[in-house]
Structures are given as C-alpha cells and as structure tokens.
C-alpha cells in the first residue's frame, strides 16, 4: 500500500465514526482528507477554529475569496445554512461542548490518551494553535495518524516522551494498520486493516495493548 | 466625528518598546497597510499579540522580517520560518499561548474581567506558573487578562467614526482585539459616510475605535 493510499484509508475508516448531525472539526493532514469520505446518507457540519461553521469545498480557480480560508490557510467556500463568527466564539464552541468531535494528526500517542503534536525539543514551534483547546473541549477526539513515523519509529507508545498537547484526551486511534480504542485500562485493539497481521502492528507498537475478544477469536488460537 | 487618517500618520502613534495586537488568522484579516507602513516607521523592540506569524514579508511577518519584533505571544508559528530563526538566534523571545486561551485572555482584558478559568492545558507546560483553581470539583488555569498599548485591526467596511463590518473569517481575532488596547487604528476595505451602516450589521461599534485608515480594496 502505498502513502496515499494508506492515508485515505485511514481517513475513509474515520468518517465511519462520524454520525448524522455531528459538529466536527479536521485538523491538518490526513484529518483534513476526512471531509472527502463522509458516507452519503449522513450530514455533518464542519468547524473551522479561524471562525466558521459549514466549511463547503474548495472554490474553483479563479472563484477564491480572498478572505475564506480553513484553518490550514487553504481557500475553501462555506455552504449554505453556514456561518462566520469571531475567535471568541469559536473557541466558545469547542470548550464549551458544542463540538462533537475533534480529528487530529500527532507526532506521539500514548496507552493513557496523552497525546504530544505541538512541539519537540530544540526547537521554538511550531506551537499548538487551536490543538490544545481541541483535544480539551471536543466531546470525541479521534487521533488519525500513520503507525509509525517516515523512519519507522513507533508513534503509539506506552508513555508520550514529547511535550503533551493534552493529557489524557484520546477516545480513538485510527491508523492505517487498525483501530485502537483508549480505555480506563489502557489500549484495545478493535480492528486490523485487512491483510495486516497481528504480528506487523505489534512490532510497529511500542505499547501494551489487549485484543477485543471478537477479534480475538477471528485471529484465533495461537493469539494472546 | 471623523477619524479617518493615513496609514502613515497612525502608525506614528506606535512608540518603540510598545505592546501591539494585530488582528488576522494566517495573513486573512491582518491589517496589511498599517503593518507595512509600521516597518517602513522602523518603530523597534515591539511585543507583538497575534494568532500566528503568518508569512514571511506577510501579515505580521511584515514586523518580524523587518526585525522590529522583540517579544511574540502567538499560538502558532509553523507558517514562518523567520521567527523560527530568529527564536533560535536568541533575537525573539516567543511565547506560546493555546488560541482559545489567547483569545479569552483578550476578552477578559477588553471585559473587564480579572481573570478567566480555562481548562486548556492542565497537565501539559501551559499550566507552570499558573494558579490551578478548583470550582464543583473541576480543575482550572487561571488565565490572566492581556491587554496591549495600541491594536492593529481589519475590517471589511467602516464609516468614518469607526462602525465596523467584517467579511467571512476575517473577522477572528479583530473584534477582539478592538476592545483590549488603549489605541484601536482600523484598517477598512470601503469607508462610507455616518448612517450608511445599518446599526443592526456593526460588529465593533465606533466607540472603540480611535482612528480609521482606508486600505486598498482586494476584491
């Protein structure tokens, strides 16, 4: 599978979390691909932390306004029924839990929900945006990332070395070799991306985690 | 009254060392006139207040290429490798502020509120130096409020008292930043006479604005 390939699958499997009527909003990266895999039969409306609700696709050439851009500082449009609003107010509406759900990359993830994106050591950024406001407020938050780092290390771990963007905040972890869910007892894998074993994503793991007994069964005996 | 003035002539307003909110999310709503006539002024050793860096040579990179920039208290600079540098090169002390905490620290500033109690960063390096307050059992950073010397704002529309219309998102951090700084220079798209604006649409009333600088129109 190659890159591409492996980050829609991963945003494809994290629009199936997402529920009619959802207030959701995409961080930068594959989260943003997300918006692209929305099953047809539902609606959500997509937040945009520089201050609007309704964030439609991008315009087409030449049809940019100038002063729509999502929080990636890409044009975008908003669709009808949307609305603009200062920072305040957004920021009203993700602490104040009016976000549904929060989507977001991370450079480590950990067996207890912490979660570190914002910084590494040395250097002065690139600092945390709306991150830690997000991971705080939103009702649901879904870490979408590749398993491992370009140079293969692990970026699910036991214990998060970097600077935390929040502590203890992570409900799921999609990758693009399964699902883990974060639990008061730490890390169940819920899904394998077809075709991945057990075997590749524990070597690819640098935490503890327990196996959800239907997927258990599925991988059968010589698991556990 | 009529406030409406040069670029030029309000910059001059800004004094060496003085603390400055620029409005804009990423370059979007950034007043673009005022800030390049402020490096043009070369007025040095800012404390700048905004969202981001932008870009270099863009929105407030405008100040921190031009190197007039002593302090930044952002949320994010991943957009502008020159502050990076210059961070590194020990020239800018930066300082990282959540955005929703950045934003509610402006607020309790232009509200009058001592303070605000934000859950944002508990457990990660936002919350050292900060009093941890507990309130029916849910933990709180007491955020203090943050006020600047002069605000550098946007708008899309204005009259020349100051009534000010925004357009899309660029509206974000603008309304905010009018009510927080003891001198509010607004930069506007289109300026019409007193009475033009419905007072229905006016998002910053006039009362918060000292002085009205009429942009180029993009669009």
């Known amino acids: 599978m190659d890159k591409r390939a492996r980050r829609e699958y991963i945003a494809r499997r994290v629009a199936q979390e997402l529920s009619n009527g959802d207030v959701v909003n995409l961080g930068i990266g594959i989260p943003t691909l997300v918006a692209n895999f929305i099953p047809a039969e539902i609606t959500v409306i997509f937040h945009s932390e520089n201050g609007f609700v309704g964030i439609g696709p991008p315009p087409r050439e030449g049809e940019e306004d100038p002063d729509i851009i999502n929080a990636g500082g890409q044009f975008v449009t908003i669709l009808p029924g949307g609305a603009f609003f200062d920072s305040t107010l957004s920021f009203g509406i993700i602490r104040g839990g009016h976000l549904d759900i929060a989507v977001l990359g991370v450079l480590e993830v950990d067996a207890q929900g912490n979660l570190a994106n914002w910084t590494v050591p040395g250097r002065s950024g690139p600092g945390m945006g709306g991150a830690m406001d997000l991971v705080t407020g939103a009702k649901r938050v879904i870490v979408a990332t590749e398993h491992t780092t370009k140079s293969g290390r692990p970026k699910i771990v036991e214990r998060c070395a970097l600077p935390l963007t929040g502590e203890r905040v992570v409900d799921l972890i999609v990758s693009d070799l399964g699902v883990l869910e974060v639990t008061p007892n730490g890390l169940l894998l819920k899904e394998l991306r077809p075709g991945v074993t057990i075997d590749e994503l524990q070597a690819k793991t640098a935490a503890r985690f327990s196996i959800q007994p239907c997927l258990a069964a599925e991988l059968g005996p010589a698991i556990g | ?219």
């Open chain 2, 1 to 219: 009254m009529d406030k409406v003035t040069t670029a030029i002539d309000a910059v001059k307003r800004v004094k060496q060392g003085s603390t400055v909110m620029i409005g804009g999310f990423l370059s979007v709503g950034a007043p673009q006139q005022l800030l390049a006539a402020l490096a043009k002024q070369m007025i040095n050793e800012l404390t700048i207040i905004c969202c981001a860096a932008d870009y270099p040579q863009d929105g407030v990179g405008r100040l921190i290429s031009a190197g007039l920039v002593k302090r930044a208290i952002l949320s994010h600079s991943g957009t502008n490798p020159e502050i990076e540098e210059r961070a590194a090169a020990g020239e800018i002390e930066v300082e990282f502020i959540p955005q929703g905490t950045l934003t509610e620290r402006i607020r309790a500033a232009g509200m009058g509120l001592g303070g605000v109690l934000i859950s944002t960063g508990l457990g990660t390096a936002i919350e050292e130096g900060k009093r941890t307050i507990e309130v029916d059992g849910n933990s709180f950073l007491l955020e203090k409020p943050l006020k600047a010397d002069v605000a550098l704002i946007k708008a899309a529309r204005s009259d020349h008292t100051g009534n000010l219309v925004y357009h899309g998102a660029a509206r974000n951090f603008n309304p905010l930043m009018a009510t927080a700084a003891d001198l509010v220079i607004a930069e506007v798209e289109e300026l019409v006479p007193v009475g033009e604006i419905d007072p229905d649409q006016v998002v910053t009333p006039a009362i918060f604005v000292d002085l009205v600088v009429q942009a180029k129109r993009r669009r």
